[in-house]
């Protein structure tokens, strides 16, 4: 479920199923990219309810997808509905970001972390890999050493590491005030300087399409004998 509140010069978009981590079923997808879509305010806050940011693909969904590749393109477009919006987005991450809720932290122009934040791409782990365009955006933003070694040990970085790396450009109490401060500047000049410093390149991205529809079909099949172990490596 997908929560959206304005406030003046904010909007704030919440992944709302904190029982699941705020893990995102296909549905939850569509309603994320109309939040942002819909959007008219200069700045947006993309947030977790709960303990946690976004934990990514909801793996029970994975698990009963038809169409995998179809799953993949509309992360994606999710993803570059945030990159290319005329808002700025904030990441307010608060809590675990795990796989596709890095991705989408990835593709908001400013990622802010609380002290709780830990963040990971736990893929490689289940047989997955990010296929919302996280393979072209991390090496952007942290560079291909780092990207490289997130990706291929599936392990999880504190904030401290984050902010070290670039993955997150810095640790605060409250990510709301950031998005706030924001929103005090002059609005034109947020739209323009968010669409000069954008790269819109994406031609990486129809490969991880691609590549994630056979991956998918595997995890599906071993999903169904290692649910608990799944679940485990999740958490993590």
Not at 179 to 189: G, L
């Amino acid at each position: 479920m997908i929560q959206t509140a304005d406030d003046g010069d904010l909007r704030v978009v919440t992944i709302d199923r904190p029982g699941q981590r705020n893990a995102l079923r296909p549905t939850d997808l569509e309603d994320l990219k109309a939040a942002i879509e819909g959007a008219d305010t200069p700045v947006v806050l993309l947030r977790g309810a709960g303990p946690a940011f976004c934990a990514g693909a909801d793996l029970d969904s994975v698990a009963d997808l038809d169409d995998p590749e179809a799953f993949a393109k509309l992360g994606q477009r999710v993803a570059d509905t945030i990159e290319g919006s005329e808002s700025v987005v904030v990441a307010a991450i608060d809590g675990a970001a795990r796989g596709g809720g890095v991705e989408l932290a990835l593709a908001c122009d400013v990622r802010v972390a609380t002290p709780r934040a830990t963040l990971g791409e736990p893929g490689v782990r289940l047989g997955l890999f990010g296929a919302w365009g996280g393979t072209v955006r991390l090496p952007r933003i942290v560079g291909e050493g780092h990207a490289l070694d997130l990706s291929l040990s599936g392990r999880v970085v504190d904030a401290e590491e984050a902010l070290q790396m670039g993955l997150v450009s810095r640790i605060v109490d409250d990510p709301r005030a950031v998005a706030e401060s924001i929103a005090d500047n002059d609005h034109q000049s947020l739209r323009i300087i968010k669409a000069r410093l954008r790269d819109r390149g994406r031609d990486a991205a129809q490969l991880d399409a691609d590549r994630f529809d056979a991956e998918a079909e595997a995890f599906a099949t071993l999903h169904e004998a290692n649910v608990d172990d799944i679940a485990a490596s999740r958490d993590n």
